[in-house]
């Protein structure tokens, strides 16, 4: 691309606007073969990570799942029989019961809570950035301390729940939080909610400010009262990051093993057994790896429906 | 009529508050437990003459963590692995996300998908594959082990997210640096890169803070305290059910801080990072 000193100002910008059109044009495909090239080179990497890293072990853990394989061992394939054998397993069923609670129960409480965070953090209020930040620190805690955390909180002896309420006489006896098949699960999920709840109010306080006051103020002047505001001004709005944060959060709650794993291991009596915990203890405490792979991939055709929702929605917001 | 309204304004202020009073005892009280069992000599941390608060603080717990365990050894791990992944996901992100901002190549849309899939494919689906390739390829109970594992939910993520961000660079600059002979990595490097400096920083803190917080892969596929990271490290201080609380939740204390203090410096631009669909909770 040469240009002489002497051509006039006007012809030099308009070469240089126009020039990635024309000088393209005539080497048209060896250009985008070059790019093409180019782009392949680039994509190495993240290409590596997500076949070898992702889409190959996923494909293995089907696999695997068809074998009764054993860590250090090789296996031998028996179709089926994995899958047949946990249907008729008892720990296996309620495990799958106490999955969907776990799930359901947890993110039905963090989509509540985390709704009034966010409703709350959205008043007017002085120093409100400072109660933001507060309010979102458990988000930025690693979840194992959080479990860590609780697992003391809730300690028969000494811990703070039991030491409160006896100080204050709201009890005589020692209540066993973690190891009363009544009590486990509801704490696991109160644990599990204490460290989600940040996301969702998060998301959702980012969308109440991107709702226009001008929405509000024309309601009001129609006469709307605050829960009509709410109902049909709020709610619609926000519509699709409730969505698309409660499929996030199903996908990360519904697989997340660190809490049961570190407050109960899955007891009492398999009371708050869930299923990446059972494939956990089946791969590595039993060394079961066939069957591990198994137990994990039975969630999965419910997972894919939320992965495949996902990831058209957050294609097509990429696109906008 | 009017008076009414700002009457029920009134109170919708006053439910607020007393909300926000509730919500922040429920996030904050635990943090207090944290905090000062960790100050406390063992006589108050056990059994029921244990106190509501430290009536003799000390910094002892944190002297027998410094003394008596390999915490030390624990930090240094999570922090080569962390650091390691962290300038991994920024530089391959960055490449690959530039390519599918702005080249156009066959199967740009695909692999755009797999990107998004690969985000959205929970760890304990792969957890057990992983750990049957890692031993295969000797690289269990390695730094590099766990730094190659990690890559499976950093780079995808990574490079979705600032793909995003390239394409909203408008083109009109990296078009005159292209004509002034500047090549595709030069405008990369040159013009992109500085213009996008919010979201590097919203790529560094996930790739960190993920990394540093991780706990599946790091308890599969390690073993020995060599190099074991300080999350599995953590866990370690339960030795068969004898506990010592003290010392644990001054470490376990001093291993959020990291992740913490990162929140706090990048918390406005975090938000941003996490409509764009990011982040477990």
């Known amino acids: 691309m040469a240009l002489s000193a002497g051509q006039p100002d006007a012809l030099r910008e308009e070469l240089l606007v126009r020039a990635p059109a024309t000088a ?8 985008l073969r070059q790019e093409a090239w180019l782009a392949y080179g680039l994509l190495t990497p993240t290409l590596l990570v997500i076949v070898f890293l992702v889409a190959y072990p996923f494909a293995s853990a089907i696999y ?82 959080v479990a860590l955390n609780w697992r003391w909180i809730f300690d028969d002896l000494s811990g703070l729940l039991n030491n409160f309420l006896i100080t204050f006489h709201l009890t005589s006896d020692i209540i066993s939080w973690l190891s009363d098949p009544r009590l486990a699960m509801g704490c696991v999920i109160a644990v599990v909610v204490w460290s989600g709840t940040p996301f969702y109010s998060m998301t959702f306080l ?51 093993l660190q809490f049961v794993l570190i407050l109960t ?13 059972l494939a956990y203890t089946t791969a590595l405490g039993a060394r079961r790896l066939g069957m591990g792979a198994a137990v994990s991939l039975v969630f999965f055709p419910l997972l894919v429906v939320l992965i495949v929702v996902l990831t058209r929605r957050m294609l097509r917001q990429a696109d906008e | 009529m009017p008076r009414t309204r700002s009457g029920s304004r009134r109170l919708l202020k006053w439910i607020g508050n007393v909300l926000l009073v509730l919500l922040l005892v429920w996030t904050l009280v635990p943090f207090y437990w944290m905090i000062v069992t960790s100050l406390k000599p063992d006589r ?44 991994a996901s920024l530089l391959f992100g960055c490449l690959g996300a530039y390519a599918l901002a702005r080249l156009r190549f066959p199967g740009r849309a695909l692999i755009a998908r797999g990107l998004v899939v690969s985000y959205l494919v929970p760890p304990a689906l792969l957890f057990i594959p992983l750990f049957a390739v890692l031993s295969v390829l000797r690289l269990i109970d390695t730094h590099q082990g766990l730094i190659l594992t990690y890559f499976s939910f950093s780079v995808p ?23 002034d002979g500047c090549g595709r990595l030069g405008t990369l490097f040159r013009i992109i890169l500085p213009m996008s400096l919010p979201a590097l920083a919203v790529v560094a803190f996930f790739a960190f803070t993920q990394s540093w917080n991780e706990f599946l892969y790091a308890n599969v596929f390690v073993n020995s305290v060599e190099v074991r990271t ?52």
């Open chain 1, 206 to 256: 980012a969308g109440l400010q991107a709702i226009p006051k001008e929405l509000y103020e024309a309601a009001e002047i129609d006469g709307a009262s605050v829960v009509q505001q709410f109902f049909f001004v709020t709610v619609p709005r926000l519509r699709t990051i409730f969505l698309t944060t409660v499929m996030l959060s199903t996908i990360w709650t519904a697989t997340n």
């Open chain 2, 44 to 87: 108050e941390i056990y059994g029921f003459e244990a106190t509501l608060y430290p009536h003799q603080p000390t910094l002892a717990g944190y002297a027998r963590v410094f003394t008596t365990t390999p915490f030390l050894k624990y930090v240094r791990n999570s922090a080569i692995i962390a650091g390691a992944n962290t300038l």
């Open chain 2, 157 to 179: 993520f990574s490079t979705w997210l600032l793909m995003g961000y390239f394409h909203s660079v408008p083109l009109e600059l990296e078009e005159a640096a292209l004509v």
């Open chain 1, 24 to 31: 393209r044009r005539p080497r048209h495909s060896a250009t």
């Open chain 1, 64 to 145: 695997l799942s068809l074998q009764d394989k054993m860590v250090g061992a090789p296996g031998r394939f028996v179709a089926l029989d994995n899958y047949l054998d946990l249907l008729r397993d008892e720990v296996f069923l309620r495990t799958a019961w106490n999955s969907v609670l776990y799930t359901a129960v947890a993110i039905a409480l963090k989509f509540v809570l985390g709704l009034t965070m966010a409703l709350v953090l959205d008043q007017e209020r002085r120093v409100n950035n400072f109660f933001r930040t507060l309010l979102f620190v458990p988000w930025a805690v690693p979840v194992v301390i």
């Open chain 1, 265 to 277: 291991r899955g007891g009492p009596a398999s009371r708050t057994e869930i299923f990446p915990h």
């Open chain 2, 230 to 281: 300080i999350t599995t490290g953590l866990t370690l201080f339960i030795v068969e059910d004898v506990f010592f609380w003290g010392p644990m939740m001054g470490a376990a204390f001093l291993s959020a801080l990291p992740p913490l203090v990162v929140y706090l410096i990048f918390q406005r631009w975090v938000v941003k990072g996490l409509t764009l669909g990011a982040v477990k909770g």
